[in-house]
């Protein structure tokens, strides 16, 4: 029977067990609101169906009065018309008029993710963050001051995010959350 005791003081063993696992906590929160942001789709109003739809209608008007020139022209001895320069196809025939989002500046889904840590927060950000740095960087800092086993929560309160998540936007099909969590998880495992 060993009458020497432990090697390792086990207290001392516990506290660094309890700091390694906190720090990986933080680490996997971190590269997971890395990933959340991110993934995030930025709004592209030239990707919206109602300014497809609108553009393909007036682009269809100047092609179709291009292609009558050559027509008219034949049958007109007179004053001979011209194709549409690009400044007339987009002055007479709004080739570039947006039907949604005039004005529109993208981002703000990227930008909305909330870092709390012990509860969730409810609110909802009005950050514009188009890259992401800044959206990542407050994170960052609430993550790296989360204490011992922290509950760390990462979300988002817009109302449209579900519909994202959900795969309605072109940019991010797959939606947001579920993939960085897999991704996430899967790397930590």
Known sequence: MATNGWS???TEFVDQAEADI???ARVIAQKMLEEVVLKSPVGNPDLW???INLTAKNVALADAYDANVDARNASNTGKKFKKLTQRERK???FVDAKAAGQGYVGGRFRGSHI??????DFSVTERVDAEGLSTISEGASVIQSAGRFPVIYIQTNLPYAEALENGHSTQAP???YGLAFIGVSE???
């Open 174 to 176: 797959g939606g947001v």
């Open 91 to 93: 002055d007479n025939f």
């Open 49 to 51: 169906q109602a300014n």
């Open 115 to 120: 870092v709390s840590v012990g509860a969730p």
């Open 22 to 24: 906190s720090q990986m």
């Open 187 to 189: 790397a930590y495992k």
């Open 8 to 10: 390792t003081n086990l």
